[in-house]
Each structure stands twice: as C-alpha cells, then as structure tokens.
C-alpha cells in the first residue's frame, strides 16, 4: 500500500498537484490488484501527447501564439474520449492526469474507451468570441491527425461549451471534406447532440445518491444535502433532487454559501441568480461563509465546483455521511485516509460524475446511427449504467476489503489490464 506522505511532501502544494494524486490512487490500486512492472509501466504511461502552438490573430491586429495540448492516455479499450479546458493555468500535467481520470472512468462505467483530454492556455475573460473561435478552430486544425470519431472524441469541459464544439466539428469536416458529427460529444441538439446531455452528470449524481442513502436506510424525502457549485453539475443535481423531494439545504458558490434547513427552493434560487448575479440575500434563507456552509451537518455533501476542495485541512471538520464527488478530483488523497477512518461513504468522482461521458456516449452512438433517441430513453439508460456501476464498485469494495475510490480504480485497472492483456504487445 502506497501511502500519500510517500509520494506527496504535504509541506508543499504536492497535496493539490492532480498528477501526483492520481498516481497514488493508480498506485493503491495496482498494488492491491499485484500488476505486475510491465502492466503498470504501461498503464501508467500517457499513450500520446501533443502539444502545439496556436498562433492566432486577436481582434486588435495584434499576434499572439497560444500553447494547446491533447493527451491519449489509453486507447486499449477504444478511442480516446474526454473534453478540452481553456485556463490560463492549464499545464500538461493536468491535462495528463485528467487524461488518466477518463481512462478509469470509462473502464469503471464499462463504456467503450480510452481516457484522454485537452486543454489551451488562454484566458477567455479577456478573449471575444471571434478570438476564441480562431484559437478553437486553430487548436482544431494542429491536432487534426489525432482526433476522429473513432481517434480520440474531444467534449467541453471548464470555459468550453456547445459553440466550441460545434466550431471543432466544423473545422474537422472541413478538413476531411464531409461533415462529420460523431468527431466531438456536448455539441448543440441541431448538429447532432444527445437530448439529456446538459443535465447528464447532475442526474447521474442523483442516481448514485439515491443508491448511497438507500445503505444509511435514509428515505430521500428526509435526506440533506449541502452542494457546492451551482453551474451545470452542481445546478441539475440541486434541481432534480429538489424535484425527487430531496432536501438541498445549502448551496456553496465563489462568493458564499445559502441555508435554510427546510430545504432551498432550488428553482427560485436560480432565478434569483439570474436576476441578482449571486446566490447571497436570498429571501427565505441564511447566508453563510463557504466554510461555513462545507461545515454543515447534512446527510450528503455533494462538491461539484472544483478540484482540491476536500483536503486533509478540513476533512476532520466535515459533518456529512455521505461524499458523492460531482467535481473531478475534490478530494485529495492524503483526505482519502482521514474520510476512511472517520466512516464516511464517499462516491469517488470517476463512478459520481460519470453520467456526463456516458450521454457522450450515447451522444456518439446516435450520431453514428444516425437516429436519435427520446430523452425518456436517455435517462432510462443513465440510469440503468450509473446504478449497476455503483453495485459492481460495491460489490468490488466488499470483496477486497477496500473503501469506495481504491474499489473503483481497481475495477477500471482491471479492465484495462485485460483488455491490454487480450491485444498484446505489438512490436
Ligand atoms: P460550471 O462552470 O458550470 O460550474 C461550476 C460552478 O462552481 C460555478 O457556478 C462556479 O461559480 C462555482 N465555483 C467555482 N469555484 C468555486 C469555489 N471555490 N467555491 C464554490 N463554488 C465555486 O462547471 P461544471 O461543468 O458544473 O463542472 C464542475 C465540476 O464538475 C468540474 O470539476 C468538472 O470537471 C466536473 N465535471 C463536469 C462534467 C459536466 O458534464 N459538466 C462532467 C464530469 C465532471
């Protein structure tokens, strides 16, 4: 068993680096599974990576060359599948660890891919949509030869959205001379996108939840939860758990955290959003620090904003039963001791938020089809992957005497290993 404080100095900012944090969760459960070298070496090894110059003129006359990055890290089960980020503080780093997270969180929900991811180095505060749209079909146009529908399937991720896909699938068929929709998942409903997509990820939190309170004999009409985030994840959980009658008791968001024990209403709290541009001074509730709100009793805290949320400085403090991660990489691994010890039940992200990859999936599907399916289907189909995934990592963590994220990352190891096992080495 690897430890954390052997990989990590946490005298350092290691604890927040993702590449070091998913190499302590591979390493656990490699270990626990006895791979041996080679199968590790391999697994471990980004397949592939690209990293390019996009040079790019800005609305000024001005020239400006961004960096981009694409990273494969395993194709041994299909194509490459996983989204693009645009941050000023994007690094190849992260781009491999969450490059590596796809790969495990397909393998665990069983879809048929690898793992890969992508990212630009700008910040879109300060870029117009035209500057945005030349480094996104630039961006396109450098890493054409890797990406394909059945290469590598780019999707959104962090400031990337359904116009930038969009504009990906343009400049791809541009280039091979046929409009190609199955290139990129996350597009808009008229160029081929999945009904249930926007809310995928948020519905499939709420199916692993269900599950999770059904173990603590909770009824979800008396469950609590506290989210933080309120964007697409964190927002379509609050509002479908709202409607099963769920009580979202806190929402946690950049500038602040919104309580009434009772229960939010999550529609209302929208629209005031909307209408104010924060969540604070909602009628009918308290406002409370972010701390604060993370500190709540509750019966499910549900991170669905960022990465390094939950951290060994404050996983003593939290006073939920239940973790069901939403965000990639809330926690990080030396908090994953301090939670295991203190008995709480967390849903490791690459099984909580695994909704939104597989309605990419179905997304990819129906473009090849060429048929689309109704939204009752998609979400009878979320569902019925989320929940039997969640028992097979159930079921895992019984038989190995190992918590929930070591259970999951050996199920995902383990199918990869045999799929790479299956292939053989060509050389
Ligand atoms: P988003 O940008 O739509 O929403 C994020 C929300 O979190 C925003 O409202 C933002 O204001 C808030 N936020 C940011 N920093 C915060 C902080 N320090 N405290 C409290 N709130 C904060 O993003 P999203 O698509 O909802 O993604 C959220 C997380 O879920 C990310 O980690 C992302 O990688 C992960 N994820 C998203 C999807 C998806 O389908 N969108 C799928 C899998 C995983």
Redesign the pocket.
Known sequence: MVTADAVLNTHTNDEHNPWKNAAIRFENAAARLKLDDGMRKILKTPAKELTVAIPVVLDDGRIEVFTGYRVQHSIARGPAKG?I?YAPDVSLDEVRA?ASWMTWKCAVVNLPYGGGKGGVICDPAILSPTELERITRRYTAEILDIIGPEKDIPA????TNEQTMAWIMDTYSMHKRQTTTGVVT?KPLDLGGSRGRPE??GRGCLYVTRESLKRFDIAPTDAKVVI????????MAARLMSREGIKVIAI???DGAVHNENGLDIEALMKHRRETGSILDFPEAQNLT?EEGFRLKCDVLLP????N?ITSANAASLNCKIICE?????TTAPADQILADRGIFVVP?ILA?????TVSYFEWVQDRQGYFWNEKLVNERLEEIMVNSFYDVLKYAREHTVENRTAAYMLALDRVAFAIKLRGLYA
């Not at 959104?156 to 400031?159: A, K, L």
């Not at 669905?304 to 990465?307: P, T």
């Not at 938020?353 to 990859?357: C, H, K, M, P, S």
């Open positions: 989204g980020r969450l959104p991720d962090m400031n996350g995928a990820t933080q985030g309120f964007g697409n994840v964190g927002g946690i968001e950049v972010s669905a904003a960022k990465e949320v939403g965000a990639n990489g809330p992200d938020n695994a909704g939104g990859v």
